[in-house]
């Protein structure tokens, strides 16, 4: 294969890092543009507006086109990306070598404006998700993402973050040989964090945000369960979301709320100072595409333990290694006090999970998109873990 090199790239995502509801899926994206832009790339990010952003602007070296809501993103995006072929238009002056089109859940049709050109990057598959967003909704998006978006695409390259998620692609069509794995990097945790002590008592940590199908019900329930059996028994909850007073008040009604920290967002050194207080960190969510926050944790030496349902987490945890991979929440109840109580098993899976950590970094993961999207340049699939 000739190498050509990608000299410009289009980045679409229905949300960007600064965005009041982004996540892992976010930070992913605008973490490896930023890797692509120090190495000489010249990346935009088409994304949507939220209440004070403004419509053009730089982050990371990126330049961030914005306009659009939660599904009006789609069709403004679109509008822009045919409008910039003939030099009109918010993206006018991009013409991108490739263009890195976010599926979450739905995709741009970047096909349609740039055709082989374009990479799919889908973090994880909505299947379990889909129902929240209402009888209608969830049948035309599960339509679209099942059966629409394997089709349009099916002469297109896809990226995804985990095996679990390449699989799941699999199941819908998608050709194993045009799935490529381009694993989630780490920012190094700040250094005066990993000097801080371990709390004293017992605490657990939930870093996500605060959305239903994240289930951080399922960690109040647990921490309910536990408190009469292990004194002092606290949980931090690091992240912000619309779900938050769902959460708030379902804690009230356990009648732990005394027992519970909601923290909302946080600046980084704030997330880091509380991951290395925290002796467990727990993710229950119903579905996840690799899991940041796993390798976040890990890098204090706190294992997670988190659902195998889930998908991503049996790649982003090594169960009984780095973890524990449980079924269902009566396991979770069980895995949990086996951590907060057995010291000697809990520091063991910390510390190995701290040594994986050391593994990824964005660095690394920028020079594997980079040499997926020069394939992609060159009408060439990539297939398996880059």
């Known amino acids: 294969m000739s190498v050509r090199p990608v000299r410009r790239v289009l980045l679409l995502c229905w949300r960007d890092t600064g965005h009041p509801q982004g996540g892992g899926s976010e930070t992913y994206l605008q973490r490896i543009g930023a890797q ?4 000489g790339i010249d990346v935009t990010l088409r ?9 053009r602007d730089v982050v990371d070296g990126v330049r961030v086109s914005r306009g659009g809501g939660r599904y009006s993103v789609y069709v403004w995006a679109g509008l822009a990306m045919v409008a910039a072929r003939i030099g009109l238009g918010p993206l006018r002056g991009v013409r991108p070598d490739v263009v890195v089109d976010t599926q979450n859940g739905l995709p741009f049709m970047a096909r349609w404006a740039f055709g082989r050109r374009v990479a799919v990057l889908v973090h994880h598959c909505h299947r379990e998700q889909w129902p929240l967003a209402g009888p209608v909704m969830g049948r035309v998006g599960w339509f679209v993402e099942s059966k629409l978006s394997p089709r349009v695409h099916r002469r297109n390259q896809y990226i995804t973050v985990s095996l679990p998620s390449a699989r799941d692609l699999t199941s819908l069509g998608v050709d194993p040989a045009r799935i490529a794995v381009v694993r989630n990097g780490l920012d190094e945790a700040p250094i005066q964090t990993l000097e801080s002590p371990r709390s004293v008592t017992p605490r657990v940590v939930v870093l996500s945000r605060l959305v239903p199908h994240k289930q951080i019900e399922d960690a109040l329930e647990a921490v309910a369960a536990l408190r009469t059996r ?5 949980l931090d909850i690091l992240g912000g979301g619309w779900w938050q007073q769902r959460l708030v008040d379902h804690a009230a009604l356990l009648g732990i709320s005394d027992a519970v920290t909601f923290h909302g967002h946080v600046d980084d050194d704030t997330k880091h100072l509380v991951l290395q207080r925290s002796w467990v960190h727990v993710l229950p969510s119903r579905k996840e595409g690799w899991g940041l926050a796993v390798t976040e944790a890990a890098q204090h030496a706190v294992p997670t333990i988190g659902y195998r349902s889930s998908g991503g987490l049996t790649d982003s945890i090594v169960d009984g290694v780095t973890g524990l991979l449980v079924d269902d929440r009566d396991d979770l109840v069980d895995g949990l006090e086996q951590l ?14 701290q040594v994986r ?13 980079r040499s997926v999207l020069e394939s992609v340049r060159a009408g060439v699939f990539v297939s398996g873990v880059v």
């Open 36 to 39: 692509l832009v120090e190495s």
């Open 47 to 55: 994304t949507a507006r939220y209440p004070g952003a403004p419509r």
């Open 230 to 234: 292990i004194p002092g028994l606290h």
């Open 340 to 353: 907060l109580t057995d010291h000697v098993l809990r520091d063991q899976l910390g510390a190995k999970a």
């Open 357 to 369: 950590s050391a593994e990824f970094s964005w660095r690394q993961s920028a020079d594997a998109m």
